[in-house]
């Protein structure tokens, strides 16, 4: 079999990269027999139509990552990233989710989450250089919720 060439790009595509997540995906589920990733994803946007604030993430085996939460600098501080966090708790709760994890950094908004019951469980120093990369956690609890 020939050795496939490496190309070294700064700007894959989004398909490129669904593809890869898409076989990661495969693997995992085929590794744990845990086949029940779903989306998540809440979007707040203006009178215009426009995105001011998103968290997109993923529920899977009992879990809900947390990928990506932004708002606005101009809608910060309105309750918009906390309403966000509870809209993505509720749906976890309703797909059966014990826990919610995501990464931020240390410049981020780690006081923010630990306000909404998150706790830092690892805390990885110099990044970037001169911060931390967190990983949070909350728990929900092991009650599974009825989704009929």
Known sequence: MATPELVMRTDPTPAEID??????????????????????AV?????QGEVVAGLCGHTWGGCCEIRQ????EKHRGHGIGRRLLELAETEARRRGCFQIVLATHSFQAPEFYRKLGFE?????????????????????????????
């Open 43 to 47: 979007f707040g946007r203006d009178t």
């Open 19 to 40: 593809f890869l997540e898409n076989r990661l995906y495969e693997f995992n589920s085929q590794a744990t027999g845990i086949v029940d990733a779903l989306g998540l």
């Open 120 to 148: 830092i469980v690892h805390s990885l120093p110099d990044y970037p250089q001169g911060h931390q990369h967190l990983h949070l956690r909350k728990v929900l609890g092991r009650e599974r919720v009825s989704t009929g």
């Open 69 to 72: 939460v932004w708002v606005h």
